[in-house]
T-cell receptor
Framework: NAGVTQTPKFQVLKTGQSMTLQCAQDMNHEYMSWYRQDPGMGLRLIHYSVGAGITDQGEVPNGYNVSRSTTEDFPLRLLSAAPSQTSVYFC??????????????FGAGSRLTVL | GQNIDQPTEMTATEGAIVQINCTYQTSGFNGLFWYQQHAGEAPTFLSYNVLDGLEEKGRFSSFLSRSKGYSYLLLKELQMKDSASYLCAVMDSNYQLIWGAGTKLIIKP
């Protein structure tokens, strides 16, 4: 059981380049999300999805796109990378049943540097 | 606005007890979570509280007071491997998590 798999683990981009961070989960979780983590700040929600075909914006969605064509996959696209997007990105998933079922399982993280 | 406050850094001695506090102001409340995050790794789930009181899980315990908007994580018999950041998060009325910035715990021998 792999859990949440994120790729790539490290990436260096130049300003203006685009890229996709991949995320896949094999736990049949309805809810999937992308966070970014910056020093001295809490995890900030970028986009999330409560099921295939449904996506919504989080706290910091600008500059990012997502899609959810299957239950398993939730890629995050950077449209035109900027230095402000240098961060560690985490994909996370959970059930939507409420209570203790709302525990998030995180991927290993993707460290992105934009020059 | 929504806010989660926790100390930035704490230091404790191996074998001792440490309490990490978390205060919150959120739009609604659907539970409070504690996660552990070792440097360079992903957060991992430690505990969940939705009712007032103490939840004990081995060396770790978590307490919640909803009326005071307050929680703490208690770590007993500290081990060097407990050196990590501890993240407090509250699930709001929209079932979204609001995260604190985390408390970096340093364990000294």
């Amino acid at each position: 059981n792999a859990g949440v798999t994120q790729t790539p683990k490290f990436q260096v981009l130049k300003t203006g380049q685009s890229m996709t961070l991949q995320c896949a989960q094999d736990m049949n979780h309805e809810y999937m999300s992308w966070y970014r983590q910056d020093p001295g700040m809490g995890l900030r929600l970028i986009h999330y999805s409560v099921g295939a075909g449904i996506t919504d914006q989080g706290e910091v969605p600008n500059g990012y796109n997502v899609s959810r064509s299957t239950t398993e996959d939730f890629p995050l696209r950077l449209l035109s990378a900027a230095p402000s997007q240098t961060s560690v990105y985490f994909c996370a998933s959970r059930w939507t049943g409420g209570g203790g079922a709302n525990v998030l399982t995180f991927g290993a993280g993707s460290r992105l540097t934009v020059l | 606005g929504q806010n989660i406050d926790q100390p930035t850094e704490m230091t404790a001695t191996e074998g001792a007890i440490v309490q990490i506090n978390c205060t919150y102001q959120t739009s609604g409340f659907n539970g409070l979570f504690w996660y552990q995050q070792h440097a360079g790794e992903a957060p991992t789930f430690l505990s969940y509280n939705v009712l007032d009181g103490l939840e004990e899980k081995g060396r770790f315990s978590s307490f919640l007071s909803r009326s005071k908007g307050y929680s703490y994580l208690l770590l007993k018999e500290l081990q060097m491997k407990d050196s990590a950041s501890y993240l407090c998060a509250v699930m709001d009325s929209n079932y979204q998590l609001i995260w604190g910035a985390g408390t970096k715990l340093i364990i000294k021998p």
